[in-house]
């Protein structure tokens, strides 16, 4: 079964830094592109970004730029978001999905489960 | 960026009902179009990819057409567990940005 798992809820203070995690099983890990998207608290879904595990290109939206980073461990099957010093407005639900590219489909197939991130004060 | 505009915003109908949600893009995508079900308190789940075609284990009670700029997601003869949130993404162009959510009501 093709499967994404991700870290458990996470609870910081403003200016602290985090890294959530999202492991991948059943399938190559390698050859699919692994994206990210945020859903603050009753809002729509934003595309953050897509991370290539085979060779760690990324393609990040200007949106996002420069507050989170992607990264990957091939090693693991897995992927990751962090940030150096989350702000109040961080506070979201992440999920992390395979984004399957394959000529006209280019769509996120499978879903984690999503982390959710508070920071607060 | 390309903008994603949905309609309605929300929508209530009965079990056995037809719905169209409409998605408009704010340039021409050709069919590089996605459509996912939210349900409350779940991950997005993949409905429609590339506009029209059905991803595996979908109902077919869902369909999607259209092409350029504008795009529909039809359900036809509605069954209590469609209530959900439904989103429309681009992925013409990185950033392959969504739509604001339809959010479905079963009466």
């Known amino acids: 079964e093709v499967q994404l798992v991700q870290s458990g809820a996470e609870v910081r203070k403003p200016g602290e830094s985090l890294k959530i995690s999202c492991k991948g099983s059943g399938y190559n890990f390698a050859k699919n592109w692994i994206g990210w998207v945020r859903q603050m608290p009753g809002k729509g879904l934003e595309w953050m970004g897509i991370?290539?595990?085979?060779?760690?290109?990324?393609r990040n939206s200007p949106s996002f730029q420069g507050q989170v980073t992607m990264s990957v461990d091939k090693s693991i099957n897995t992927a990751y978001l962090q940030w150096s010093s989350l702000t109040a407005s961080d506070t979201a639900t992440y999920y992390c999905?395979?984004?399957?590219?394959?000529?006209?489909?280019?769509?996120?197939?499978?879903w984690g489960q999503g982390t959710i991130v508070t920071v607060s004060s | 960026d390309i903008q994603m505009t949905q309609s309605p915003s929300s929508l209530s109908a009965s079990v056995g009902a037809r719905v169209t949600i409409t998605c408009r893009a704010g340039?021409?995508?050709?069919?590089?179009l996605n459509w996912y079900q939210q349900q409350p308190g779940k991950a997005p789940k993949l409905l429609i990819y590339a506009a029209s075609s059905l991803q595996s284990g979908v109902p077919s009670r869902f369909s999607g057409s259209g092409s350029g700029t504008h795009f529909t997601l039809t359900i036809t003869g509605l069954q209590p567990e469609d209530s959900a949130t439904y989103h429309c993404q681009q992925s013409f162009d990185t950033p392959h940005t969504f739509g604001q959510g339809t959010k479905l009501e079963i009466k």
């Open positions: 340039q021409s995508i050709s069919t590089y």
């Open positions: 991370i290539y595990p085979g060779d760690s290109d990324t």
């Open positions: 999905a395979r984004h399957r590219d394959l000529g006209v489909q280019r769509s996120f197939d499978v």
